[in-house]
């Protein structure tokens, strides 16, 4: 469980900011033996302000038959602008020929996709995802 620094300093009752921590149960992230069959990236497109450049992006996953199991939106800190980087979980371990594959055509197209991490999804995961709401 996140500890709480400040509570209740919002300005607006609907405005809700999810905060995502990881941490390590074991050592398990830290040797990948090429078992793993989940990864964790956060992707950045090069102009996310072009119509399609998302779905070009994601394409690279599809042509490898890797699944995007789950997606987040995240302002990019300091842009200026409404830029955007993906947090992005995919079925496929990151050292699978499919991801190499995918992360391949990510970089050809401009994309930069930055792991986080990759292990092997069973019941005795060394990743723990602990969603907080504030």
Aim: charged residues 25%; negative net charge; aromatic residues 6%.
């Amino acid at each position: 469980e996140l500890e709480v620094i400040a509570a209740d300093i919002q300005d607006d009752e609907l405005n809700m900011t999810n905060f995502y921590g990881w941490s390590l149960r074991e050592q398990g992230l830290a040797r990948m033996t090429g078992e793993e069959d989940k990864t964790l990236m956060l992707m950045k497109v090069p102009d996310d302000d072009a119509a399609g450049s998302l779905r070009k992006a994601l394409g690279a996953f599809e042509d490898q038959a890797v699944n995007i199991a789950d997606l987040h939106s995240i302002s990019v800190p300091g842009s200026g602008k409404r830029r955007k980087q993906f947090l992005i979980e995919a079925d496929s371990g990151f050292n699978s020929l499919q991801m190499q594959l995918a992360l391949r055509t990510l970089g050809s197209i401009g994309c930069n996709a930055d792991l986080l991490g990759s292990w092997v999804d069973t019941a005795a995961t060394t990743l723990v995802l602990d969603q907080s709401t504030v």
